[in-house]
């Protein structure tokens, strides 16, 4: 797992993703992407900020967020304490097991299956290494396209978390399918995860998640949240409640540090989804 708190994640962003990152003295922190002409700036990038954001917290983010040249800042989180107009709010929702550290694989259909499954399948997982970085990111595609999504990640990026953050899974010695998992403090999260098509009966992404919730539990996690799916993949929050999750609120709210720019950049935004859309239904 990697640490969101560490130097190797500040590097994946920063290197990987060519963001421009500040760590905040109270833990947070403030990751800005550019985004065509737009800068976009994301409190605790990748999960979002998890405890109640009041107007204190508020504010030390709005101005670093301005110190950034940011034009708005997308805040997610699952409590909002402070007063605020955001230019739009977007209700994600999330998937959280709030016990991990009671967590019994035994107390769910799913994961009882699965752990009985591992005992006859021939797939063999290990940890991620800086070379399984290009497979990671195919598959990555390859996911996205299916969905007709937008890919957010490159090859950079995985190779410098792989080490840290992912699960391999191979089938007679070939790479066929990974998970990426972080952690915040005592809070674990889902990152990335795709598998190869033709491996599918081998039950990759059930091995995969069953393996990364062990893995977390054993460290010490004491939650695990899977993070919002897509709003056009319901059957993905279906799946990951089956592992003893429950629904819980995440809304992300776009705050507008330059107006017109921000508007700008969310109907940008909407065309894109419009195109994806599009594409889907081709």
């Known amino acids: 797992m990697i640490d969101f708190l560490s130097s190797k994640w500040v590097d994946a962003v920063t290197k990987g993703l060519g963001a421009t990152h500040h760590s905040l003295a109270d833990g947070g922190s403030i990751t800005c992407f550019r985004a065509g002409p737009f800068r976009i700036a994301y409190p605790d990038f990748f999960t979002g900020t998890q405890g109640p954001v009041g107007t204190d917290e508020l504010a030390i983010r709005m101005q670093m967020a301005r110190t950034l040249k940011a034009d708005i800042v997308r805040l997610q989180t699952g409590e909002m304490q402070a007063a605020m107009q955001p230019l739009a709010t977007h209700e994600l929702g999330s998937c959280i097991i709030s016990s991990l550290n009671t967590w019994d694989e035994r107390n769910f259909d799913k994961a009882r299956r699965t752990s009985n499954r591992e005992k006859r399948s021939s797939l063999q997982l290990r940890k991620g290494r800086q ?152």
């Open 131 to 282: 070379s399984d970085g290009k497979c990671m990111h195919r598959l990555y595609l390859s996911t996205i396209r299916r969905h007709g999504g937008a890919a957010r990640y490159n090859q950079t990026y995985f190779e410098l978390i792989a080490e840290d953050a992912a699960i391999v899974a191979e089938l007679d010695g070939q790479f066929c399918g990974f998970v990426c998992v972080g952690f915040r403090n005592k809070a674990a999260y889902y990152m990335h995860g795709a598998h190869a098509i033709e491996a599918r009966n081998h039950y990759v992404s059930d091995l995969l998640f069953l393996a990364m919730l062990r893995q977390a539990r054993e460290a010490g996690m004491t939650t695990f949240d899977f993070l919002p799916s897509p709003a056009d993949q319901p059957t993905l929050t279906s799946y990951k409640l089956l592992w003893g999750a429950s629904a819980h609120r995440f809304t992300t709210y776009d705050l507008a540090l330059n107006p017109l720019r921000a508007r700008g950049f969310l109907a940008a935004v909407k065309a894109a989804n419009l195109i994806s859309a599009q594409r889907r239904r081709a």
